[in-house]
Structure formats: structure tokens, C-alpha cells
């Protein structure tokens, strides 16, 4: 899959609660007559692929349920959701939701129609991603009130040809695929193995999603898509850190190739430990994990930008806590292992990333997700690679709020820019956030004249208000 949001690298040159009650078998009691919910063309018949089918895929949920009729998908293992949450250090009902989760499944079917039932617990609004042979085409988007049955319709774009569907599933919501049907006389076919690297991504309620609209939209999903990985988001919103989920990964994964930790700031705000004991809950998790995979590459993020720089409940301050990741990579380095690298989650991100004292926005998971994939590029000994932008290079950018693209002017002191939604007004960030101008844009041109070398933010606003506004990372040599 390719994501196309509003990013774009180019320079100029240019550029908690408990434990869950929530069973695969409690679905059939809440399940709807599916044909009667089929909104397509009624003259068309529909064949419905029982859910065993084994050529459809599910990545991203280690313990997924299956039957005939149902899709359970779970992140976690039944051990761990069962824990006491002074034992788990997360919400097991959190736990329940699908972020990360992909389907897939191979069809020339002209029609597809799937049924998701809504389960019991925690429920944001439930956002699905749509791709066809790794495009995005479609997010569909239900209320937090809609159901319990949701319905998908789509249409292949390329007709008479197998096409590969993948959906993501919405990362704040707990929901089971409950049907799945095509025209009739057509089957699903073998999508082919993954065979990717295997990432798990393990963190709090930033990792998890909290200020994006649907997996699709989180940090985690890009990175993965940035570099080819096969995602495991085993974020939960409020999570500490949890030796349990280590002993899990321990156990339960066979293989892992990169392991990104952003984990703490519950810790140091939420229960507010000191940094001794969040150094022995992080140093217990890395040991652990490491007692069976001594060879996957762990990156291991400090706190990321905050607002919030001193614990209300302890006055000790966000860096002591950085800190202590820090000392415990190079402690581990010096011990030898030497696939354990360090990320300065301040240094990657700033408050213009933030919706919140702490969450990303939607335009901030991807800036995030940007530096970050560059980041875990340059460390690994053997990484896919993520070049920095190349300067002879221009990338087009496209999102729901509309498709911009910058174009160097003639001695590179401003910039043209091209837009399919007329712009309103243009502002300048540094990369720090800090706002340095703003400026009227009716000739589509802003000049850059008055900023010297290095990588800003422009951030464009469209005169039709609902369209919001469109932010692009660029580079000035």
C-alpha cells in the first residue's frame, strides 16, 4: 500500500478497566441477516466466502479468532488480557481494539461487500481505509452510534482483473468481520505470501492513535508503509510499562525484526513512579525481550514532545525521564549489544505536531512518521533504505483536504505553488513550530527570500474553510 497524505520532502532544489468479557462466540448473538443488509444493486446476486477461507490474510493481530461466520481480530493474548492491570499495566478493554489490523484478500470479483459487527466496549467511531492493489481509494467512516452491523460496498477499478483488496481497520473501536460477499460465480483467489519484515511498534495512546482518524492515519501504519514492514501495533491508550507484554513477545512471536518502544509518559504523568523505578520496569522489559530475540533491531524513542514538561505528581521534570532511555541504550551498547539504538523523541517531533499537550495530530503523525522512518534508516546495520529527500526530486501531495505541490522559482527565492483548491494564505514554521511569517497567496507564489538554509514547514490555508488546511515539510539549500 502507498499512502498519499500531506507530506512532502523536497528542497530547492525542488523540491485501563478491567478485563474484557468480549468472546468470538458472542457475535452470532448480535448478527443481522446479511443479505437483507446489501445496499448494492438488487438485481445482482452475492456469494458469500466463508470467513476459515485461508486466502483471507489478517496481519497485525497475533491471536486472531476464527470461524465460519466470524473474524475475531486480538492483539493481545488471552493471558495477558485475563491480568490484573497492576499486573498488565494496560486496559484490557482498550486492548480490544483493531488498531494495525489489515485484511486482505485477492478477488476479480466486479463486487465486494463486507459486514463488520461492533462488539461491546470501547468505541470512538469506526474508521476503514479501502486499498486496491496498494492505492488508497476510499475511507469509511461510521459514527460511534452506528450499528451493530456496519456495511461496506465497493467496486473493483479494475474490472476483469484480479485485484488485491486491502482494508485497514479503525484504530479506536472494537469490531468483528462478520460477512463477506461477492458476485456470484466469483471466489477469492491466493494474495501471495507477505513475506515482510515483521514490525512491532509498542507505546501508549500516542503509538496507539489517539488524535487520528483510523489506523490508516497513526505513525506506526506510515512507518510501516515507508519501509515495507508488516505491522504489529501493540499500543493501548494509558499503557505503562509493562514487563507482561515483553514476557508476550517473548513467547508468543517468533520473529520480529524492529521493535520501536515509545513508552513513559504514563509512567512519569500518569502514575507518576520516579525515574529509579521506570528505569528497572524498562531495563526488565529490554532483558526480557532479548532472552529469545537477540537479534531484532530495537529502537527506543525518549518521551516525544510535551507541553507537559513536570510531572504533576511527582515534579520531576520530562528530561530526567528522557534521560533514562538514554543511559539504558548506552548501557546495553557498552554490554555489546549493539542492535539497541537511541532516538531523541523531542528532537523528531515539536509542538507542531501536537493537537493536545502530548497527541499527535493527524498532519503530526506524519511528519512524525517521516523523521522517524528516516531515523530508524540511518541506525539499523541493515535497513530498508528511506532516503532523504532528493533535491532534483518533486513528489506530489495529496489528501482529503487537497493536492499541493511546491515548485522552485527562478533564483530560488520563492516558491510556486500549484494547487488543485484555491489558497487562501500561506505560513511558515520552523521546524520547531515556531511561526516565523504569513502571507496572502492569490498568485499561487510565497516568497522565501527572507528565511536562510535549512527545513521549514508551509503551511497552506484553502479559501473554502471546510477544506481545512494542508501543511508540507520542505527543504532550503
Avoid at 459486514?115 to 488508497?136: C, I, K, P, S, W
Avoid at 513508552?263 to 529490554?286: A, H, K, P, V
Avoid at 488543485?420 to 504569513?438: A, Q, R, Y
Avoid at 527572507?450 to 481545512?468: D, P, T
Wanted: glycine content about 6%; some cysteine; overall charge negative.
Amino acid at each position: 500500500m502507498k499512502i498519499f497524505n500531506s507530506i512532502l520532502f523536497i528542497s530547492i532544489v525542488v523540491l485501563n478497566i478491567g478485563n474484557s468479557d468480549i468472546k468470538a462466540d458472542d457475535l452470532n448473538s448480535s448478527k443481522t441477516d446479511f443479505t437483507e443488509n446489501y445496499v448494492g444493486n438488487s438485481s445482482e446476486l452475492m456469494d458469500t466466502i466463508e470467513l476459515d477461507n485461508p486466502n483471507i490474510i489478517v496481519s497485525g493481530s497475533n491471536y486472531t479468532q476464527r470461524t465460519r461466520d466470524t473474524i475475531h481480530f486480538q492483539r493481545f493474548s488471552d493471558e495477558l488480557l485475563a491480568m490484573s492491570l497492576l499486573e498488565s499495566r494496560l486496559n484490557a478493554v482498550k486492548a480490544h481494539t483493531t488498531t494495525g489490523i489489515v485484511i486482505s484478500f485477492k478477488t476479480d470479483s466486479p463486487v465486494i461487500q463486507m459486514q463488520f459487527t461492533v462488539m461491546e466496549g470501547e468505541n470512538r467511531g469506526h474508521n476503514f481505509a479501502l486499498y486496491q492493489d496498494g492505492v488508497f481509494t476510499k475511507e469509511f467512516s461510521f459514527s460511534s452510534t452506528a450499528g451493530p452491523d456496519l456495511i461496506m460496498d465497493f467496486s473493483s477499478q479494475s474490472p476483469g482483473n484480479e485485484v488485491l483488496y486491502e482494508i485497514s481497520m479503525p484504530n479506536w473501536s472494537i469490531t468483528s468481520l462478520t460477512g463477506l460477499k461477492l458476485e456470484e460465480g466469483y471466489d477469492l483467489s491466493d494474495p501471495d505470501s507477505l513475506n515482510k519484515a515483521v514490525y512491532v511498534a509498542y507505546g501508549n495512546s500516542i503509538t496507539h492513535g489517539t488524535g487520528q482518524a483510523g489506523t490508516y492515519k497513526t505513525y506506526p501504519f506510515l512507518v510501516s508503509e515507508d519501509m515495507d514492514y508488516e505491522l504489529f501495533n501493540l499500543a493501548v491508550g494509558g499503557a505503562k510499562t509493562s514487563v507482561a507484554v515483553a514476557q508476550m513477545l517473548r513467547d508468543d512471536f517468533e520473529q520480529i525484526d524492529v521493535l520501536t518502544m515509545l513508552i513513559g509518559y504514563n509512567d512519569y504523568n500518569g502514575e507518576g513512579i520516579d525515574t529509579i523505578e521506570y528505569r528497572s520496569r524498562y531495563m526488565q522489559f529490554l532483558r526480557t525481550f532479548r532472552e529469545v530475540h537477540d537479534s531484532t533491531s530495537i529502537h527506543c524513542l525518549s518521551m516525544t514532545y510535551t507541553t507537559n514538561t513536570i510531572s504533576v505528581k511527582t515534579g520531576i521534570s520530562s528530561d530526567d525521564f528522557r534521560a533514562v532511555v538514554r543511559h539504558i541504550v548506552a548501557e546495553l551498547n557498552a554490554e555489546g549489544d549493539h542492535n539497541i539504538f537511541f532516538i531523541e523523541g523531542d528532537e523528531i517531533s515539536s509542538e507542531l505536531n501536537l493537537n493536545d499537550v502530548v497527541h499527535f495530530s493527524e498532519e503530526g503523525a506524519l511528519l512524525f512518521a517521516g523523521d522517524l522512518s528516516r531515523a530508524i534508516s540511518k541506525l539499523d546495520p541493515d535497513p530498508v533504505p528511506v532516503p532523504d529527500p532528493d533535491p532534483a526530486t518533486i513528489i506530489n501531495n495529496s489528501s482529503r483536504y487537497g493536492s499541493i505541490k511546491l515548485v522552485p522559482e527562478p533564483g530560488q527565492n520563492s516558491l510556486y505553488i500549484e494547487s488543485d483548491l484555491p489558497i487562501d494564505s500561506v505560513s511558515i514554521f520552523s521546524i520547531d513550530g515556531k511561526f516565523l511569517f504569513k502571507e496572502s497567496c492569490d498568485d499561487y507564489r510565497v516568497d522565501i527570500s527572507s528565511i536562510s538554509k535549512g527545513k521549514y514547514i508551509l503551511q497552506v490555508e484553502f479559501k473554502s474553510r471546510e477544506k481545512g488546511k494542508n501543511s508540507i515539510l520542505f527543504f532550503r539549500i
